[in-house]
Structures are given as structure tokens and as C-alpha cells.
């Protein structure tokens, strides 16, 4: 008996080892393309010739935006097949690329699943931008908190037209709340404009409401917020995926 559990275990032990070693492989290899690409060869990415990817079975670029200070942001959605154990597997990523005066400073892969796994390469010019950001909003981010903001993905709609519900929290944070009035101005100084616009849509219900009252300096990054007008991501009805601009009139 002990035998046999013995092999089973080598067995299975020795399946998910070449499973990882496999993806492992793939993962490298697409990456190794995202990271030494420019825009126009990675939209043609259904094109090259991969030693382990067996296929690009879907892929999309979603937006291109400018973010503030010069940045440029482009978003890309990807599905790519591979084998293993004469198995096809379909890993799903989402690749940001940046550019700082239409120069190229960095890239970053977002995989898909729970984990939030990322990779990404960037440039020392990154820290042009990050500098005018930790300027402007009077934080001291990092290139982690960069990293960190774009892979906690937000989508800004504070309604479900399924369910005709209103949101009632992001990340456990309460909303429409004075008492989280300083979460909601952290919110406006992150590098995700999706929750910038939250913290936003936040300070001017409790505005509006009169129930609190801006420092300068808060007043000030909630005005640039509505005049930059970003492009960001929301949803209408059940439909996610739109990308528009939050004010109609700019």
C-alpha cells in the first residue's frame, strides 16, 4: 500500500513539476518579446514565431491614453496558447506600455488569475514621471507602489444595472462615509486613475452634502482631477471594458 501511494505521489509530484517547468518556459519567452518590443511589433504579435507559444488566440489593444505629466499609457489584452502534459493551456495578460514624451520608458504584464502575478521592465526615465507625480500630489511613491496601484485594477461605476444597486465599498472602504474622507483623497493621489476618479466621484458627494472641507492642497489635486479629464475605465449596464472620458463637456 505504502508502494503504491509512493508512486502516486512521484507521479503526480513529477506532472505538476513539468506543468510549472513547461509554463515557466512560456512565460520567459513572452516576455522576453513584450519587453524588447515597441507598439507596432507587439500589435503584430500574431505574426512572429514562437519556439513554445503554440498560438495567439486572441488578442486586443484596448486603449491609448494620456495619463498626466507626459505619460502615455497603452493597454493591451492577450490570450496565448501553449502545451503541456499534451495538454493546450490559454494564460490571459494584460500588457501596459508607457511612453514619457512618446519616448519608451517601460512595460508591464499583468496575468490573469487571483495571485495577481506581474513582470515588468522599465527604463530610468520612469523616474522623470514618477518625480512630477510625487510633486505634484506631495507623496514619496516608489516604483512598487506604481506597480502596485496598476495591478490592483479598479473600474469606475457606482452602479449595477442587473442587480439596480449603487456600490457600497471598494477595497472594504465604505463609501459615501466623511469619517473615510482621508481614504478618498489617498485615492485621488494614486497612480490608477480608475481610483482617482472614485476618490474624486467620494469628495464631491461629501462636498456637495457639506459635510467636509478641503485643505488646499486637496482642493487643488480635486480641481486637476475634472480639468485633466482622463480617459478611464467603466461600465454601463453589464458592459464592461468601456474606456471614456467622465466629463462629456471637455
Known amino acids: 500500500m505504502r508502494k503504491i501511494f509512493l508512486i502516486l505521489f512521484i507521479n503526480v509530484f513529477t506532472n505538476l513539476f513539468c506543468q510549472n517547468s513547461d509554463y515557466e518556459k512560456v512565460k520567459s519567452e513572452f516576455e522576453q518579446f513584450i519587453f524588447s518590443a515597441d507598439s507596432t511589433k507587439i500589435q503584430n504579435i500574431k505574426t512572429e514565431k514562437f519556439e513554445n507559444i503554440f498560438e495567439i ?52 504584464i499583468i496575468y490573469a488569475g ?12 520612469f523616474q522623470i514621471y514618477m518625480n512630477s507625480h510625487n510633486d505634484f500630489y506631495k507623496t514619496n511613491f516608489s516604483l512598487t507602489d506604481f506597480i502596485n496601484d496598476l495591478t490592483n485594477k479598479q473600474i469606475y461605476g ?73 480617459i478611464i475605465e467603466t461600465c454601463s449596464g453589464c458592459t464592461f471594458g468601456i474606456f471614456e472620458r467622465v466629463f462629456k463637456n471637455k
Not at 487571483?114 to 526615465?125: H, N, P, T, V, W
Request: charged residues 30%; aromatic residues 12%.
Open 57 to 108: 488566440k486572441q488578442f486586443n489593444q484596448t486603449v491609448s491614453r494620456d495619463v498626466e505629466f507626459g505619460l502615455r499609457e497603452l493597454i493591451f489584452n492577450i490570450t496565448f496558447v501553449y502545451r503541456s502534459e499534451n495538454t493546450l493551456k490559454y494564460p490571459q495578460a494584460e500588457i501596459h506600455q508607457f511612453y514619457l514624451n512618446e519616448m519608451p520608458i517601460g512595460n508591464l
Open 114 to 125: 487571483k495571485d495577481k502575478l506581474s513582470s515588468r521592465k522599465f527604463r530610468s526615465e
Open 158 to 230: 457606482d452602479g449595477c444595472g442587473y442587480e439596480m444597486t449603487r456600490a457600497n465599498k471598494i477595497d472594504e472602504i465604505k463609501l459615501r462615509n466623511p469619517e473615510n474622507a482621508e481614504k478618498y483623497v489617498e485615492w485621488m493621489k494614486s497612480f490608477n486613475l480608475e481610483k482617482q476618479m472614485w476618490g474624486y466621484n467620494q469628495i464631491q458627494y461629501l462636498l456637495k452634502n457639506n459635510l467636509i472641507k478641503l485643505e488646499p492642497i486637496e482642493e487643488k489635486i480635486y480641481n486637476h482631477i475634472q480639468q485633466r479629464n482622463a
